[in-house]
């Protein structure tokens, strides 16, 4: 398995979805809420790492090739977060502004970060960080 290209500090968990057809879709949203799930966020922002989970794998099913789309724990400093990251070489010759406007149009007010990394091989990197009552009740154990 090739190393995720992050920023930041990897956590567990650390699943992959392999995204192939249609009924994928369902299948990375599933993961989308488990990963955040078990890294303590609320249900409400489990459902919006899952929409972003889903319209990135209906994203690269229309390229007709399979992408493996990686969920992962990320730190930084004292935030915890979770981590979706996918790799997409077809982007390799598209201008990174063009990339980020289209992917912000997209997704919208449901991440906090996007993130294009890598050159020959460009990585799309999206980050959703815990609030501070879900990092409150992660801290308490509740």
């Known amino acids: 398995m090739t190393p995720q290209k992050s920023p930041y500090a990897m956590l567990p968990p650390v699943l992959n979805v392999q995204v192939e057809s249609a009924m994928d879709i369902m299948i990375a949203r599933n993961t989308a809420r488990r990963a955040s799930s078990l890294l303590g966020f609320a249900p409400a922002r489990q459902a919006q790492l899952a929409s972003v ?5 209906e994203l690269v099913l229309k390229t007709g090739s399979a992408h493996t789309m990686n969920f992962n724990g990320v730190s930084n400093g004292d935030k915890t ?3 979706l990251s996918i790799k997409t ?6 201008a990174v502004s063009n990339v980020m406007i289209a992917l912000r149009s997209k997704l919208g007010d449901l991440i906090d970060e996007i ?18 009552t879900e ?3 992660a801290n308490d154990g509740t």
Do not use: F, K, S, Y
């Not at 989970?53 to 794998?57: D, E, I, P, S």
């Not at 070489?89 to 598209?94: G, T, Y």
């Not at 993130?115 to 501070?132: A, F, K, S």
């Open 53 to 57: 989970a889903a319209t990135l794998a």
């Open 81 to 83: 977060g979770v981590q």
């Open 89 to 94: 070489p077809w982007l390799a010759n598209v």
């Open 115 to 132: 993130l294009l990394e890598g050159d020959d091989v460009p990585t799309i990197v999206t980050v959703m960080w815990r609030n501070e």
């Open 135 to 137: 990092a409150a009740h």
